[in-house]
């Protein structure tokens, strides 16, 4: 069995990765529901600045989408436990 070889290097493989992420990133997280699946990760992970920065994201950018109450009783929640 033979070991798997891309056809290209680190340094191409870096290279595309970096393009992937700049044509990515900016279009990721715009959309309320992205935004609060992802503070939800970050408060699983126990990265709760970061969430708390996404909850408040949301409640500024999207005030009156249905995830900006949940951002809300999360941030209160967040408050509550003194996180």
């Not at 595309?16 to 992420?21: M, R, Y």
């Amino acid at each position: 069995m033979g070991r798997f070889r891309p056809n290209l290097r680190w340094g191409q493989w870096a290279r595309a990765l970096l393009i992937f992420l700049a044509m990515c990133l900016p279009a990721c997280g715009e959309d309320p529901q992205h935004l609060y699946d992802t503070a939800q990760f970050e408060e699983r992970q126990r990265n709760l600045p970061h969430a708390r920065e996404l909850y408040e994201r949301i409640v500024r950018e999207h005030p009156d989408s249905p995830y900006a109450q949940h951002a809300r009783e999360r941030l209160a929640a967040l408050s509550e436990a003194g996180e």
